[in-house]
T-cell receptor, first 114, second 107 residues
């Protein structure tokens, strides 16, 4: 099975711009979660989608949004970029949303905001 | 709110020595705990989960509800164990990670 893929792998943007990141989960996985990883804050949960519905959201401003399509692919969008948004954005997919389900991570998208 | 604490950012041990990576959690409900590992230039991946009570690559972890801990242990470290280790808690429908511990095994 192909693993979780994320595109693009690297992005450089300037403050005020917006960005869209894409995630393709493992075939058959219906749950997609997004995380932000920074040296200072570590791995922080952004949101989770299941069957095209956002089921849970972390403590991030409304500039961070996402969606999931009928084929389970997901996108996240960050508007009005700030310097502090520079981070590695990880996507993870799992078969179900239930407790104990292993999450499979993608390689991440490295976003740099100048 | 749930919280996971890994008190050591860096841990260095010699090959063949025992390893213990500490993890403490705070959660009012019944937690589900995991250890994820990231080897150099690889993706973050699941190492083990408390519900399985299994040993993976010689690592074990026991959930201690009294001490709210889920420490990761291995009796004899190997060089290939060098990696970044994250303790994570599933609670309130999301996975919360600790800050991670970078483990270095010296030859």
């Amino acid at each position: 099975k192909a693993g979780v893929t994320q595109t693009p792998r690297y992005l450089i943007k300037t403050r005020g711009q917006q960005v869209t990141l894409s995630c393709s989960p493992i075939s058959g996985h219906r749950s997609v979660s997004w995380y932000q990883q920074t040296p200072g804050q570590g791995l922080q949960f952004l949101f989770e989608y299941f069957s095209e519905t956002q089921r849970n959201k972390g403590n991030f401003p409304g500039r961070f949004s996402g969606r999931q399509f009928s084929n389970s692919r997901s996108e996240m969008n960050v508007s009005t970029l700030e310097l502090g948004d520079s981070a590695l954005y990880l996507c993870a997919s799992s078969l179900l949303r239930e407790r104990g389900n292993e999450q499979f991570f993608g390689p991440g998208t490295r976003l740099t905001v100048l | 709110a749930q919280r996971v604490t890994q008190p050591e950012k860096l841990l260095s041990v010699f090959k063949g020595a025992p390893v213990e990576l500490k993890c403490n959690y705070s959660y009012s409900g019944s937690p589900e705990l995991f250890w994820y590992v990231q080897y150099s230039r690889q993706r973050l991946q699941l190492l083990l989960r408390h519900i399985s009570r299994e040993s993976i690559k010689g690592f074990t972890a026991d959930l201690n509800k009294g001490e709210t801990s889920f420490h990761l242990k291995k009796p004899f470290a190997q060089e290939e164990d060098s990696a970044m280790y994250y303790c994570a808690l599933w609670g309130a429908q999301k996975l919360v990670f600790g800050q991670g511990t970078r483990l270095t095994i010296n030859p």
